[in-house]
C-alpha cells in the first residue's frame, strides 16, 4: 500500500475511527468525518472496516452524511472488504443513486461473482436517474454475460462516458471488437471527460489499434501515457505487441508537440495573446493545446515576455499551467528559460511531476549542453516518464551514452526503449 499521504491528515487510526463515529450533529467545524473515511484507507484493520461499515448503517439523510457514506462505501471496496459484502448490497436499493454507485464499484473492487450480486447489479440498469458508466463496469468486470442484453441498450446512450463503457462492455463480453472504433472516436470529442474515460475503455477492452490515436488525443498527458504503457505492457505479455511497433506513438505523446495532436477545438478567429496565456490554465488541456499551438504559430516572438510574467503571477502555483509554460519554452526555443527550466526538471513538489519529465524535453529543445549533468542525475529517478524524457533530451543534445545503462533500468519500459535505441545504432 502507497504510504507517501498517511501524514497528510495528521490522524492516527483511533482518532479518524473516534471522528468518524462522531454524529454528524457533534463534528466541529475544523473536523470531517468525510477526510477520516478517506484517511481510514492507510489503516487496513478489522478495527477500520468496523467503523467504515457503522458509518455506512448512519442513514442521517442530511447531505453531509450521504457524502461521508459514500467515502465509506468507496473505502471498504478499496479495502476488499468481504466481510461488508451484505452491508453493501443493502446499499444497491439506496435513493441516493451516487451512495448506489459506490456500492455497485465497491463490489467490484471486492470481486464477488455471487450471481445474485450480480443480478442485483444488472437489475440497476432499467432503474430510471441511476448513472450506469459503473454499473455496466462492474458487470463487465466480473464476466456477467446475463446482463448483455442490457448493456446492448446503452450503446447509443446520450452520455458519451455511458455509451463508451456499453460499446467497450460488449466487445470485452463476446470478444467481438469490431464496433470498437466507435470508442476511438470518442477521444476526440468536445467534453474532455468522454475524450479521458474512453481512454480507460481502451485500456479495459485491450485494444491495441487505438494506441496511436490515444498518443494524439488532446487530454492531459498522464492519461495518454497511463493508456499506452498499460496497453503496451498487455500486449507484449500476451506476445501481440512489440515495443517497435509503438514506439513512435510512445514518443510522440511523451514529446507532447500541440502540433501533433489531433485537436477538437477551434477559435472562430485569431485571439489576442493576453488570452491565450489565460487558455494556458483551462481544465480541458484540449483548449489549452489549442491555446499553445495558436501562441507558437502566432506569437512566437511576444509570447517568452508573457510567459514570464504569467509564471511569476500564477502559473508556478498552478501545475497545469505550470506544465504547459515549460513546454512552450522549449517549443519556442527561448535559451533565457534556462534556469527556470532546470528549477522545473528538479522540482520535488508531487503535484509539478509531469512538469519534470516536460522541462527535460524542453531542455533538449533549447541545445544547452550544460543541461547535460543535471539531465544524466535525473536518470536515477522511480518515475518512468521523467526517465524516459531525459534520455530523449541526451539523445537530442548528442549524448546518447547513457542507453547502455539504461538497457538494465529497473523499469521494463525504459529497458525496452534503450535496448531498441542500442539496436538502432548498432
Known sequence: MDKRFIKLFNLTEEQAISLLDTPPDQVSKTDSRYVAASHL???PSEATIKALMRAVEQTDPALQNRIVRRKSLETLGRLKAKEALPLIRTCLNDTDCYTVENAVWAVGEIETHDPHYLEEIAQLLEKPSQT???????????????ALSRIEKFIDNDDPPTASAAISSICRLTGDYSKMEGVVAMLHHPQVLARRLSIQDLLDARYYDAIP??????VSLVFRLRGIRSLTEAGIASKLLTFEAIQDDLELALRD??????LVHSYVQLPALPVLIRGLYETDFGRCYLASKTIIENYAEAAPAALFATYEEEAKNDYGAHF????????????PAYDLLMEALNNPLPQFQKSRA???????????????PELKACLETKIWDLKYA??????????????????????WLIREMSRAKLQMTS
Not at 508537440?257 to 489531433?262: A, D, N, Q
Not at 516536460?358 to 547535460?372: C, F, N, P, S
Request: hydrophobic letters at 45%.
Open 41 to 43: 484507507i492507510n489503516f
Open 213 to 218: 490515436a490515444i498518443a494524439r488525443c488532446p
Open 132 to 146: 450506469y458508466r459503473v454499473i455496466i463496469h462492474t458487470l463487465t468486470k466480473m464476466g456477467y454475460k446475463p
Open 324 to 335: 504547459h509554460v515549460i513546454k512552450l519554452f522549449g517549443w519556442l526555443r527561448h535559451i
Open 390 to 411: 531525459v534520455l530523449i533530451a541526451l539523445e537530442q543534445l548528442g549524448d546518447t551514452g547513457a542507453y547502455e545503462e539504461a538497457a538494465n533500468d529497473d523499469d
Open 257 to 262: 508537440h500541440p502540433k501533433k495532436l489531433e
Open 358 to 372: 516536460a522541462a527535460a524535453i524542453a531542455l533538449g529543445e533549447l541545445g544547452e549542453l550544460q543541461a547535460i
